[in-house]
């Protein structure tokens, strides 16, 4: 395959390098970060992503870009609201997996003596890893009536406050989900989960802040050097992951059906104004509500570690809401598109909306300056605030990418990292950690995972978002 070189962080894969595309492929780069792109299926997946009908522009790549399921995780496209596809598996099985971070008026210096303390109360209030369940008393018709709201029914059981809502995307619930479009499977998966983190790369961390990038902005974020936050990663568990599966495989009946050729099964889809098309949109809606759920409880039992440490309320204790927002997800948005308005379905998968200033979708607050983009490092490495920028809704449907992407595989990982290789580090580092097991200390080792400060440089040299803050971890919560 051809690659063209467009500048120091685009490169091009044109509809020209395998038979069928149907349109161009973008990729957000540097050279270094394109060698390692190279190195796994990557490119392949991304050509065949734009075999896809009926895409609108281009298939766009972020700089964490890895291999996925049919497309790359990092992969971002649209579709014609009214005549064109929706596709389960360029969404991701983890629905609505996304970063929320809450804010403290704690420094570094009055957390160091309690970290101990503090790590211990939000590993005991916190489930973690496979399998992880929390039993908060919630029926059957709790759990519909949480794929139907979100966070907003939880917080009138007491899991929050009202100013939570604002800082979430979506206001934490996509209207039209339908319940009855989701499995017993699923609902039976999901019963349990919420409040829970799961296992892999989700995690909670205690960060601190360890520089300002962008004064303005951080200011109107309510940001400063020395702060403590916490940033927490996790998605929609296992019942998100049943609704993507249960509709993989109706979606495989779907092609038989229709007689739709594939490059690859994968990248199954169906047609928009097609039954199935609307039924996985419900679906998928219920599950991206019941993440935003999850995280929101999640949100509640750090509050109440905190409380638990400090003996201060979590008023008290400046714990506000930052923002939380998607990486897996499809979504209803207005773009320009040669120079015309349009209501386009756009996924992104491992990928994370980056709207600039102005736009109604931001949050009052921060509408002077654009939504936060947040965006984890590895385990023991940086991680980002960033702001969304104009050059966003120019380049990838007002997309940004969504961490460092891994660049080797949990089992090569496993093989070739000694665990006692990351305690070592963590420990240089003076960052405490919290892990089920020693297992997963390999898989989500920082050697595993791209240089995020080079992810972080080629999106804010394309001008799609800049940095605010840069973060560094006290301790880490895992699976």
């Not at 120091?8 to 069928?20: A, E, M, N, W, Y």
């Not at 093989?415 to 580092?429: G, N």
């Not at 999106?459 to 978002?465: E, F, H, L, S, T």
Request: hydrophobic letters at 35%; a neutral charge.
């Amino acid at each position: 395959m051809e690659i063209e070189k467009i500048d120091d962080v685009r490169f091009r894969l044109s509809r020209g390098s395998q038979q069928g595309m149907r349109t161009d492929a973008v990729i957000y780069a540097s050279d270094a970060l394109m060698d390692k792109i190279r190195r796994d299926h990557t490119l392949q997946q991304t050509m065949n992503a734009a075999t896809l009908a009926d895409l609108v522009g281009d298939v766009r790549i972020m700089p964490d870009a890895h291999e996925g399921y049919g497309v790359p995780i990092g992969t971002v496209f649209a579709s014609d609201a009214e005549t064109g596809i929706v596709s389960p598996g360029s969404c991701g099985f983890d629905i609505n997996c996304g970063i929320k971070l809450i804010k403290t008026n704690l420094t570094e210096e009055e957390v160091r003596p309690r970290i101990t303390q503090l790590s211990d109360a939000l590993f005991r209030n916190v489930p973690s890893g496979v399998g992880s369940r929390l039993d908060l008393g919630l029926s059957a018709s709790d759990l519909s009536k949480v794929a139907h709201e979100g966070p907003r029914y939880l917080i009138g059981k007491g899991f929050g406050i009202e100013e939570d809502i604002e800082h979430t995307e979506e206001k934490g619930c996509m209207e039209g989900a339908d319940f009855s479009k989701v499995s017993q499977m699923a609902r039976s998966r999901g019963q349990n989960e919420l409040g829970t983190l799961g296992a892999g790369n989700h995690f909670l961390e205690v960060q601190k802040v360890e520089r300002i990038m962008d004064a303005g902005t951080a200011k109107a974020y309510g940001l400063y050097e020395g702060q403590i936050v916490v940033m927490v990663h996790t998605g929609s568990r296992g019942f998100g992951h049943q609704v993507c599966s249960d509709y993989l495989r109706l979606y495989e009946e779907y092609r038989l059906r229709k007689s739709i050729t594939l490059v690859d099964r994968e990248l199954s889809y169906a047609r928009i104004g097609d039954r199935e098309a609307g039924d996985y949109l419900g679906a998928m809606k219920c599950a991206v509500n019941f993440a935003f759920a999850n995280r929101q409880i999640i949100m509640n039992s750090i509050r109440k570690a905190f409380e638990e440490t400090f003996s201060k309320s979590s008023d008290a204790l400046g714990m506000e809401l930052l923002y939380d927002l998607a990486h897996n997800i499809v979504k209803l948005e207005e773009h320009e598109v040669d120079g015309k308005r349009r209501k386009l379905y756009v996924h992104r998968k491992g990928a994370t909306r980056a709207f600039p200033k102005g736009r109604e979708e931001v949050p009052r607050k921060y509408r002077g300056v654009g939504q936060p983009v947040l965006i984890p490092g590895s385990m023991g490495t940086a991680s980002y605030i960033l702001v969304g920028r104009e050059g966003s809704m120019k380049e990838t449907l007002g997309s940004a990418c969504h961490g460092a992407g891994r660049v080797m595989s949990r089992h090569q990982a496993i093989r070739d990292i000694p665990a006692s290789r990351t305690f070592e580090s963590l420990k240089q580092k003076n960052v405490e950690i919290r892990i089920r097991t020693r297992k997963l200390v390999s898989e989500e080792a920082e050697w595993t995972y791209k240089d995020i400060d080079e992810v972080v440089r080629v999106v804010d040299r394309a001008g799609i978002a800049s940095p605010v803050s840069r973060n560094l971890p006290v301790a880490v919560i895992k699976g």
